[in-house]
């Protein structure tokens, strides 16, 4: 189980997850993660006070399952999100500190293994996560 403050539990928190995050899918699953803006030090900015920041950089990496009645009845539904719970439970400290994800089962997760779920999430994770290239035009 993920603790209460690494669980995304309003509606306004997953909004923001899946507007404001980069959204990838692989297989079963479709990641949208959200990783907060961080200010490079090496930049020359205006002169700041100094203060204690310990509390914005503790804030930990959150994560919210979204598991619609397309993948299933309520017993599959919830045995899929136990199974994405588990897996991203092991992978939510690799993430940037105070980011976003949202994990979307799509219908083929009722049916996947936990290995081929742990794979898709792995790999939709690091496309996630890879910088956004730009096309040429």
Same mark, same amino acid.
């Given at each position: 189980?993920?603790?209460?403050?690494? @669980?995304?539990?309003?509606? &306004?928190?997953?909004?923001?997850?899946?507007?404001?995050?980069?959204?990838?899918?692989?297989?079963?699953?479709?990641?949208?993660?959200?990783?907060?803006? &961080?200010?490079?030090?090496? &930049?020359?900015?205006?002169?700041?006070?100094?203060?204690?920041?310990?509390?914005?950089?503790?804030?930990?990496? =959150?994560?919210?399952?979204?598991?619609?009645?397309?993948?299933?009845?309520? $017993? &599959?539904?919830?045995? $899929?999100? =136990?199974?994405? @719970?588990?897996?991203? =439970?092991?992978?939510?400290?690799?993430?940037?500190?105070?980011?976003?994800?949202?994990?979307?089962?799509?219908?083929?997760?009722?049916?996947?293994?936990?290995? @081929?779920?742990?794979?898709?999430?792995?790999?939709?994770?690091?496309?996630? =996560?890879?910088? @956004?290239?730009?096309?040429?035009?």
């Amino acid at each position: 189980m993920l603790a209460a403050a690494q @669980r995304l539990r309003r509606s &306004t928190d997953f909004a923001a997850a899946v507007r404001g995050g980069r959204r990838a899918g692989r297989g079963a699953v479709v990641v949208h993660l959200a990783v907060p803006v &961080t200010v490079d030090p090496s &930049t020359p900015s205006l002169p700041e006070p100094v203060r204690d920041n310990s509390a914005e950089q503790s804030v930990p990496s =959150r994560a919210g399952f979204v598991v619609s009645k397309a993948v299933g009845n309520a $017993v &599959t539904r919830n045995r $899929v999100r =136990r199974r994405l @719970r588990a897996l991203v =439970r092991e992978r939510l400290a690799a993430l940037p500190v105070g980011s976003t994800l949202v994990v979307r089962a799509l219908p083929a997760a009722a049916q996947a293994s936990y290995s @081929r779920l742990a794979t898709d999430l792995d790999s939709a994770i690091a496309v996630a =996560r890879s910088p @956004r290239e730009r096309r040429p035009r």
